[in-house]
């Protein structure tokens, strides 16, 4: 079965530091999203992506984030300077159509920030 | 509260028995969707019940919507001990853009 991949599982950065989440959605899929978890809170929406433009972001998404679809397969999100509030469990999800169908999930990136 | 609220926060049962877990949201929804994690890891999809959808099963789930209350229940039937997890109601709702609004969760033990 068809299935979100991210990479890597976890990653551990300094504060101040870049970084860069991999996720690669589902082969047929044309939305992208990326959410985040906090540990012990609730899941909050970030971005979606659709079209190689983003759609929808929240006020979470700040000019600190950033998102592209480099090639055909990969969806990446990058931090330009990780806070220490950055750490959480970010999670790439997918989807076929918009309103209609299931979005799929990733096994989740935890970032830490020291 | 907040759209996708779930309730109760914290459910202990033993196995064999069902559990329900209940959900309810603010606004007018395309679809709801619940999801399980595992503590600390991914989410994974369990069923998708669509706002003109009343109920839907799948194996042990069984999972209802009434749109008039703007709530949502799930019922994990003959529970086992590796449903020990967290589920979570999240709400794609119309005219608010495409992305899922997710509920705080109810944390299910099964214990043997």
């Known amino acids: 079965e068809p299935e979100v991949t991210q990479t890597p599982s976890h990653q551990v950065t300094q504060m101040g530091q870049e970084v860069i989440l991999r996720c690669v959605p589902i082969?047929?899929?044309?939305?992208f999203y990326w959410y985040r978890q906090i540990l012990g809170q609730k899941v909050e929406f970030l971005v979606s992506?659709?079209?190689?433009?983003?759609?929808?972001k929240s006020e979470i998404f700040d000019d600190q984030f950033s998102v592209e679809r480099p090639d055909g397969s990969n969806f990446t999100l990058k931090i330009r300077s990780t806070k220490l509030e950055d750490s959480a469990m970010y999670f790439c999800?997918?989807?076929?159509?918009?309103?209609?169908?299931?979005?799929?999930f990733g096994p989740g990136t935890r970032l830490t920030v020291t | 509260s907040q759209q996708g609220e779930e309730d109760p926060q914290a459910l202990s049962i033993q196995e064999g028995e069902n559990a329900t877990m209940n959900c309810s949201y603010k606004?007018?929804?395309?679809?709801l969707q619940w999801y399980r994690q595992n503590s600390g890891r991914g989410l994974v999809h369990l069923i998708l019940?669509?706002?003109?959808?009343r109920e839907k099963h799948s194996g042990r789930l069984r999972v209802t919507l009434d749109t008039s209350k703007k709530s949502s229940s799930l019922l994990i039937t003959a529970s086992r001990a590796a449903d020990t997890a967290s589920y979570f109601c999240a709400t794609d709702a119309r005219n608010a853009g495409n992305m899922l609004t997710f509920g705080g969760g109810t944390r299910l033990m099964v214990k043997p």
């Open positions: 992506f659709y079209n190689n433009e983003i759609s929808e």
């Open positions: 999800a997918s989807r076929v159509v918009r309103g209609l169908d299931e979005q799929y």
């Open positions: 606004t007018s929804i395309n679809n």
């Open positions: 019940i669509r706002s003109n959808e």
């Open positions: 082969s047929n899929h044309l939305y």
